[in-house]
Every structure is written in C-alpha cells, then in structure tokens.
C-alpha cells in the first residue's frame, strides 16, 4: 500500500496563472502530506507540508488542499513565476508506521512563461 | 552543520567496475535513504534504513548494496556497474519527529 500517483505529469502555465497538481495515495496510515521542489542540478527541497488534522494551508503563494476521505491532497500555486519554474514531488509519509518507506509521486515539471 | 553530503559528485565507471557513493548526515536522523533519478522520471527508492544495523530494499534494488554501521554514515555500493545504472542518486534522511526529509545534492553516475 505504497502506490502514489501524481497528475499531470507536466503542465505549462503564463506567469500570474494558477498551476494545480493532484497526489493520489493509498496507504491509510499516512499521517504527513508534502510537497517538494527540486530546481535542475539541486536536490528536492520540502516546499509545503500539512497534516490530516486541517483540509487547507498556505504559506504565502503555495496552498495545500487536503481530503481525506478521497485520500488525495492538491498544491496550487497562486499567481505563478517564472522562478517557481521546477518540478514537483508528493511524498506521503507515515513517520509512526514500523519500518515505512518514504516514496515520492512520479513529478510534475512545471514551466512558467512569462 | 552540513546536514546531508554526498560524495563525489560525478563519476565515470566502466562497466563492470565496482565503487562506493557515500553519504553522511549529522543531523542524527534515524532514516535515510537512497534514490535514482533519470530523466524526465521521479524518485525511485533504492534502499532505506530505519537504524544502524536495520537495511531494507526499495523499489530497484537490484545492482546495489547498503550497509548501516553507524547512524551519520550509509553507504551505497554498486558491485558490477552497468550502463543500466547511469543516473543520478540522492541521499535523504529523515527524522521521526518532524518528517520533513533533507537530501544531498546527488551524484551524477555515468558508467560507460
């Protein structure tokens, strides 16, 4: 019960616009949600994370949107820039499961044009 | 503090040959963990390792060994190189008490 899926694998977007990309999970003991950002010759780098006890946070231009019923969680980013150019990871984590594998969503190369 | 540091940063084998990429972390993070990256693909799991002493498979295991002696140190070895295992890898570890994870900067492997 690893499986994460993660759409749209990539997505162009003209700066000012909003870009949404979706994680899909199966594994009910996740108890964490991020999102990474990886920049080209950089590792990933956690962006914004939530836990299952709120549906929603934001932190400046970046909101994570949690539902936990659909076992699926969403960032937007508001207002998108050239430099939010990157690709995106989910990795949900169950930090208090015995012996859990952290594993990432497959990525969203996301381009900004400005 | 370092945090996460990986080494060498690129590096050319020949087929067949055999080396170790290292990592090191100082942040005493219970987990750590290895990943290969191609292009155009995500994250895949190598091995991971809950503790010193406790190893296990990922996702693509074959081709690569792991040990846990210590908790700073997991080393990942490559036995056999194959042009297959051109890629670029990165350490991360994790804590239990936050769960954010913090990577290396990764190592560009080219076996030719």
């Known amino acids: 019960q690893q499986q994460v899926k993660q759409s749209p694998q990539s997505l162009i977007v003209q700066k000012g616009g909003i870009s949404i990309i979706n994680c899909a999970y199966e594994?009910?003991?996740?108890?964490?949600f991020p999102w990474y950002q990886q920049f080209p010759g950089k590792g990933p780098a956690l962006l914004i994370a939530i836990r299952p006890d709120v549906s929603e946070k934001k932190e400046g231009r970046f909101t994570i949107s949690f539902n936990k019923s659909a076992k699926q969680f969403s960032l937007h980013i508001m207002d998108s820039q050239p430099g939010d150019s990157a690709t995106y990871f989910c990795?949900?984590?169950?930090?208090?499961?015995?012996?859990?594998?952290?594993?990432f969503g497959g990525g969203t190369r996301v381009l900004v044009k400005p | 503090n370092a945090g996460v540091t990986q080494t060498p940063k690129f590096q050319v084998l020949k087929t067949g040959q055999s080396m170790t990429l290292q990592c090191a972390q100082d942040?005493?993070?219970?987990?750590m963990s290895w990943y290969r990256q191609d292009p155009g693909m995500g994250l895949r799991l190598i091995h991971y390792s809950v503790g010193a002493g406790i190893t296990d498979q990922g996702e693509v295991p074959n081709g690569y060994n792991v040990s846990r002696s210590t908790t700073e140190d997991f080393p990942l070895r490559l036995l056999s190189a194959a042009p297959s295992q051109t890629s670029v890898y990165f350490c991360?570890?994790?804590?239990?008490?936050?769960?954010?994870?913090?990577f290396g900067q990764g190592t560009r492997l080219t076996v030719v």
């Open positions: 942040m005493n993070h219970e987990y």
């Open positions: 990795a949900p984590y169950g930090a208090r499961t015995a012996g859990n594998k952290l594993t």
């Open positions: 594994n009910t003991a996740f108890d964490y």
């Open positions: 991360a570890t994790v804590s239990y008490q936050n769960t954010e994870a913090f």
